[in-house]
């Protein structure tokens, strides 16, 4: 199975920041990379498809980047609504897996 | 607007059997590809298993902690997508989610606990 590792696994940071969650893929998966942000007790929320596409709907702050083992999501402007958890996932090859998560705090 | 809601969950002892549905609406359900995704309380997410459109021959394919004990079908006419879980153990408990397979549209969850 190909293993997700993301870093860090807590990130505090204040509103106007610029950060940046890596993800590891154990092995090449290609541009087949994911991100979801989630909201305690709600589903999550796809934000970008094909390590860099943005979803319909998602706020030009988020980007992606990345390809092969190692991937990066971008928010380049944090606001309040944006302190939540992130997972990577990929879809390159059964069985998909996601990464253990981010938690974005606040500072 | 897409709508997918979850239902079936609840609490179940260790053994027991538990099916889910999920039922999809403003979609093309007869040609959709559909996955079910899971967490555990405070964990992560966990892929379970997907399910190919009957026109993609239906296949389905599952992750290997739950292959064998759970099985995915889907009713078309009723745009329903179904997990049925058997032989549950303490490790199932989770909110499960139905998802398309972009990924891009998911339910709110139901919530399985197993416990004896």
């Known amino acids: 199975d190909i293993q997700m590792t993301q870093s860090p696994s807590t990130l505090a940071a204040s509103v106007g920041d610029r950060v940046t969650i890596t993800c590891r893929a154990s092995?090449?998966?290609?541009?087949?990379l994911a991100w979801y942000q989630q909201k305690p007790g709600k589903a999550p929320n796809l934000l970008i498809y094909k390590a860099s596409s943005l979803e319909s709907g998602v706020p030009s702050s988020f980007s992606g980047s990345g390809s092969g083992t190692e991937f990066t999501l971008t928010i380049s402007s944090l606001q309040p609504d944006d302190f939540a958890t992130y997972f990577c996932?990929?879809?390159?090859?059964?069985?998909?897996?996601f990464g253990q998560g981010t938690k974005l705090e606040i500072k | 607007e897409v709508q997918l809601v979850e239902s079936g969950g609840g609490l179940v002892k260790p053994g027991g059997s538990l099916r889910l549905s999920c039922a999809a609406s403003?979609?093309?359900?007869?040609?959709?590809?559909m996955t079910w995704v899971r967490q555990a309380p405070g964990k992560g997410l966990e892929w379970v298993g997907r399910i190919k459109s009957k026109t993609d021959d239906g296949t389905t394919a599952y992750a290997a902690p739950v292959k064998d004990r759970f099985t995915i079908s889907r009713d078309d006419s009723k745009s329903t997508l179904y997990l049925q879980m058997n032989s549950l153990k303490t490790e199932d408990t989770a909110v499960y989610y139905c998802t398309t397979e972009s990924f891009e549209f998911w339910g709110r969850g139901t919530l399985v606990t197993v416990s004896s």
């Open positions: 092995q090449d998966i290609r541009n087949d």
């Open positions: 996932q990929h879809y390159n090859s059964f069985p998909y897996t």
């Open positions: 403003g979609l093309t359900f007869t040609s959709a590809w």
